[in-house]
């Protein structure tokens, strides 16, 4: 949302938005998918260091402080923490979300169910010594993940925009469970599970001149598991920091 105007932010532009977002989330899963798991990368002390994952996402995560990366309000990071200041000017990036949108951050939450849940679904078990490699595929779909869950705090201030009315009052009681039912909408959601899991069909075929017609196609990551994804855990996370985002929205 950098250049975009306050007059141009409505809940379609901002839908389109995360449409966009959709390609970049299965590509890097077919490029995590074509690595084992290799745990080693995981490991805690495997080399010198902490973990070979953990110490090439400080470090990037750091270096992308310094250029700026964490000024614009579409990202936040996982390990704040360990951010240094930003050494490049500010960006007058349009001032959409309520301020309280700063200390809304779910990354804990997306970093525990990657690992725990759809990593064992995505990749094969076994090692091929590619642990760098490995980490800075996790950490380009984390990202992708983080940043598309997050957007959820665009979503909101996009209803909330569209009807003030309907959801001043359920902010003000600080009604979590009232919140969730009206921002949940079944048809948009369907639409979205079944979009992603034909992307994941069109841009996850592997393409070969010698196979026949009637092969069965073999895809690169299980369709099926990129509507799992969404319907799992990428949904549900975006409407949490909706209503997150949305207990602040009067503060």
């Known amino acids: ?9 409505t809940l379609d532009s901002v839908r389109k938005a995360l449409e966009r977002q959709e390609d970049t989330i299965i590509f890097n899963l077919i490029d995590r998918a074509k690595f084992p798991l290799n745990s080693h990368t995981y ?12 110490f090439l996402f400080r470090n990037t995560e750091a270096i992308q402080a310094k250029a700026g990366r964490y000024k614009s309000p ?13 050494v490049v000017p500010d960006y007058p990036f349009s001032k959409i979300l309520h301020p309280g949108a700063a200390s809304v951050n779910i990354n804990k939450s997306i970093w525990a169910l990657y690992f725990q849940q759809l990593l064992p679904l995505l990749v094969a078990s076994g090692d091929d010594g590619n642990y760098a490699q490995t980490a800075a595929a996790d950490l380009s779909l984390l990202q992708a993940i983080s940043r598309r869950i997050h957007y959820g705090k665009f979503v909101a201030e996009a209803k909330f925009r569209e009807s003030p009315k309907d959801y001043e009052p359920l902010i003000c009681a600080q009604d979590k469970e009232g919140l969730m039912k009206l921002l949940t909408s079944e048809r948009v959601e369907e639409m ?13 075929q ?11 196609t073999n895809y690169k990551v299980n369709p099926s598991l990129v509507y799992r994804l969404y319907d799992k855990w ?16 009067l503060d």
């Open 1 to 9: 949302m950098a250049a975009d105007s306050n007059s141009e932010y």
């Open 74 to 86: 579409e990202e936040n990071p996982f390990f704040p923490e360990y951010l240094p200041k930003s």
């Open 192 to 204: 979205v599970k079944k979009r992603v899991e034909k992307k994941a069909m069109v841009f996850g």
């Open 206 to 216: 592997s393409v070969s001149l010698e196979r026949d017609d009637d092969d069965k």
């Open 43 to 54: 490991e805690q002390h495997y080399a010198t260091i902490a973990s070979i994952l953990n």
């Open 234 to 249: 990428v949904i549900p996370l975006t409407k949490e920091v909706e209503v997150q985002y949305l207990l602040r929205r």
